[in-house]
T-cell receptor, first 112, second 109 residues
């Protein structure tokens, strides 16, 4: 089934630990994105990639890193998790940087 | 700064019509999107407007006025399954999406 897969679905993490959220799409979309969604706030862009091999910083990049080694995968890494990174994280992709976004089901992360 | 405003919450009755407004102030404009998000789920695409006017898609319609920085999403013949949050997002001059906080729509029988 075509779409975007995120893993894990949910995770509880101790502060200071390293965590990687995985995102894979099989739609051959060029652009991919990582957002966080917090209650009362709009989706906020963390990092994005317009094409394989390139990445860019979004609105809230601090404490996060990404890589885009190929078209399909776009992992998000928290090098040393802090409680303020407790959130729901959505990976999304689009055919181009101007197209509609398709979202994964989200990863709920709790940092204690 | 860039800003998207939409009501936090709205309530409507099953079978009725509801209009969800979105006003925006962004650096440039390259299109406006509406997404639907059910609780605990991912956002899903509803509509896209880049030119002024009304776009109709079944029970849902979206309107855009670029001169007024204004859009609305119109939902007709409301069904209980329409209970969800509706997110307005604008592409700015850098083609980045700026998102509103969403409008939670509650449908009552």
């Amino acid at each position: 089934i075509a779409g975007i897969t995120q893993a894990p679905t949910s995770q509880i993490l101790a502060a200071g630990r390293r965590m990687t959220l995985r995102c894979t799409q099989d739609m051959r979309h060029n652009a991919m994105y990582w957002y966080r969604q917090d209650l009362g706030l709009g989706l906020r862009l963390i990092h994005y990639s317009n094409t394989a091999g390139t990445t860019g910083k979004g609105e809230v990049p601090d404490g996060y890193s990404v890589s885009r080694a190929n078209t399909d995968d776009f992992p998000l890494t928290l090098a040393s998790a802090v409680p303020s990174q407790t959130s729901v994280y959505f990976c999304a992709s689009s055919l181009s940087s101007t197209g509609e976004l398709f979202f994964g089901e989200g990863s709920r992360l709790t940092v204690l | 700064g860039q800003n998207i405003d939409q009501p936090t919450e709205m309530t409507a009755t099953e079978g009725a019509i509801v209009q969800i407004n979105c006003t925006y102030q962004t650096s440039g404009f390259n299109g406006l999107f509406w997404y639907q998000q059910h609780a605990g789920e991912a956002p899903t695409f509803l509509s896209y407007n880049v030119l002024d006017g009304l776009e109709e898609k079944g029970r849902f319609s979206s309107f855009l006025s670029r001169s007024k920085g204004y859009s609305y999403l119109l939902l007709k013949e409301l069904q209980m399954k329409d209970s969800a949050s509706y997110l307005c997002a604008v592409r700015d001059s850098n083609y980045q999406l700026i998102w509103g906080a969403g409008t939670k729509l509650i449908i009552k029988p």
